[in-house]
Structures are given as C-alpha cells and as structure tokens.
C-alpha cells in the first residue's frame, strides 16, 4: 500500500504510453514487499531540467530513461558511470540524497539479449546498427566490446551516422566502422553481408504500427538475425519482413527485461528474476 513512506521510482519520456516498465518493477516491488512504487512521467520537449530538478525535489529514488533523452540528460547530472561515459547516454538515474548519478545498463541489456535469447556470438561477426541515437550508441558499444568484425551505421542523415562512427572508433580503433545513408542504393550490399542487424530507431512502435519497415524487405536475407528493440508489438513491420524471407527474428523484449533488472539492483539492491519478467509479460500479450 502507497503511504507517506513509500520510496518513488520512476520512467522519464516521450512518449512513454508504450512502457511495460511499470508493470515489471511494480510487480516486482510488490512480491518481495518493498515499499516502493514505479511511475511512468510523460516529459515533453523542452521540459526535461525541470524533470530531473523533481527528481531532487521529491527525492525520487531513480528513474529509467528512455527515447528521446539518453544523451541529453547526462549534462543535467552530477556523476556518471564510467560505462556510461564510454558509450554518451544515460537509461538509469540513481538519487543518493540529492546526487544524481547516470548509469546505462543498456549494454548490458544488450550483450544478454543476443547472446542468452538469441544464442547468438557477436565475435567476428558483421552487424549493421540503424539509427544513430542513444541506443544506438549503446548497442555499438556492446558489439564492439563483444569482439565484432566490423559495423555499418544506417542513418536517415549522413551528419549522425558520421558522429556515431568516429566517437566508436576513438575507443576501438582496431574495428573496421563505416556508415551510409538510409538509402536502399547504399544499404543494401552491406546488409547482404552481415550477420545481425539491430534496428535502434522508433519505427514500428506502438501506435504508430501502420508503417514501413525502416529497412527495404528486398535487402533482407535468410542468413541474417535481425533485432528491433522495439517491442511492443511484439512482432514490428521489420520483423515481419525479416519473417518473410525466413531470417532469425528477435524483438526487444530481452533488452527491457535485462536492462530493467540492473536498473532494479542498482535502486534497490535486489535482483529480479528473469523468469518472473518473461512470465509477466507473456501473460500481459495474452491479456
């Protein structure tokens, strides 16, 4: 039961409708009888310091952050994590009494994604990130760090794809990384040859699910795992096109559920179990 006690946890966002986050932590807090409540704040453009000014103000525990504030919140804190430093975005705000401290527990996300649900080894392998934001930085971090071959970044603009390149390969210069443009013309021989593709960007999210997949279906092909880290719906406008030609299809479902559970430790000093989480969510789909 909330009372003048109960610690708050949050999400901060735009939009953030789409969220199982609150069901997963809730769920959670309430069956190892912590004392705490999670909260979804819908944060528009322009309002992002005054959200994290509450944070300190109502002494908010920690909060997730998600689309489109992972880079840009990280000027408005007063610590950050090393890994979080690497990769230049922020998913996991701590408040130890008014010190605000960003984590990104993304990567970790990640690398457990791929490599326990999809049972899938990046090292040596070719992948091609799309989108340059936040998680995608996040993603390439892990890839890089997993031992990849080489990477291609797909970008609407050439600008942002070029940022994310070069800040890559400050780190891990002995990695082959390239970019081209969101252009079939350029993309599709790349994708030819790689082994994963990670779809970052928002395309396909609920509800806006009546689009085109981010990457052309003819560039597809069967021998490729593809990812989009959106996940609800569970199956995006990407994966069934991946489906269609018989491609290894994986949503971002594990990343939620991975990162949520180091977002959760870090709050709280309690693990989740994974299986609980996938366990909640099945029933929330069959809801």
């Known amino acids: 039961m909330v009372n003048i006690k109960t610690t708050l946890l949050g999400l901060i966002g735009y939009p953030i409708g789409h969220s199982y986050s609150p069901l997963l932590h ?6 190892l009888g912590l004392n705490y409540v999670y ?29 489109p504030y992972k880079e840009e919140v990280i000027s408005l804190l007063d610590k950050i994590d090393p890994l979080a430093e690497r990769v230049g975005a922020v998913n996991t705000i701590v408040n130890d009494e008014g010190i605000l401290k960003g984590y ?40 890089c760090e997993s031992g990849a071959a080489g990477i291609t970044i797909i970008n609407r603009t050439h600008k ?24 079939v013309d350029q993309y599709y021989n790349v994708i ?14 609920a509800p806006e699910i009546k689009v085109s997949p981010v990457i052309e279906p003819q560039a597809l092909h069967r021998d490729l795992l593809v990812i989009d880290l959106v996940y609800n719906p569970a199956e995006t406008v ?18 939620l559920l991975y990162q949520g559970i180091e977002s959760f430790k870090l709050w709280t000093g309690h693990e989740p179990e994974v299986t609980k989480w996938k366990e909640i969510l099945k029933k929330r789909k069959n809801f």
């Open 238 to 255: 990407l994966l069934k096109a991946a489906r269609d030609v018989n491609a290894s299809c994986l949503n971002g479902e594990g990343m």
């Open 160 to 183: 942002k794809a070029k940022l994310l390149a070069d800040f890559l390969e400050k780190t891990y210069s002995n990695l082959s990384i390239g970019y081209v443009e969101l252009s």
């Open 26 to 31: 809730n769920s959670t807090l309430r069956r």
């Open 192 to 205: 030819k040859e790689a082994d994963l593709l990670i779809d970052t960007t928002p395309i396909g999210m």
């Open 104 to 143: 990104n527990t993304d990567v970790i996300g990640i690398k457990r994604m791929i490599e326990e649900d999809a049972g899938f080894m990046i090292e040596e392998k070719n992948v091609v990130i799309v989108g340059a934001g936040g998680a995608a930085r996040a993603v390439g971090v892990a890839v």
């Open 39 to 67: 909260l979804a704040f819908s944060v528009k453009p322009g309002e992002l310091a005054d959200a994290v000014v509450g944070i300190r103000s109502l002494n908010i525990r920690g909060v997730n952050v998600t689309i």
